[in-house]
């Protein structure tokens, strides 16, 4: 199975070699929390994503260990690019950017990234 999403505008999609999330995670650190993303992290090797270079852009912040990817057209934020504690590299979905997905089906899972 598999799923696809993108930016708003659809200079910046993705798709992600895995069955549709049924839970995400809703974190309220300062960039979350004012984004609204609801995130599902994936294997790196699972996500393909398909944008100009040019038109993908990073903002990190804090301690810089998450790669914040958006849409220089539009300003959508598909998805982040990080690494697991235990060294794997990781793209966090924001699922609102995945137009399959149920949103109000999702288990919702709260992260309290504000207290880290």
Known sequence: MSFEGSCHCGAVSFTAEADAPTSAVSCNCSYCRRKGSLLAFLPAEAVTISADPAKLKTYQFNKHRIEHQFCEICGTQAFAKAT?????????????????????????HKYDGAST
């Open 84 to 108: 697991r504690p235990d060294g794997a590299a990781m793209v966090a979905i924001n699922l609102r950017c995945v137009p399959a997905i149920d949103l109000d089906a999702l288990e919702i």
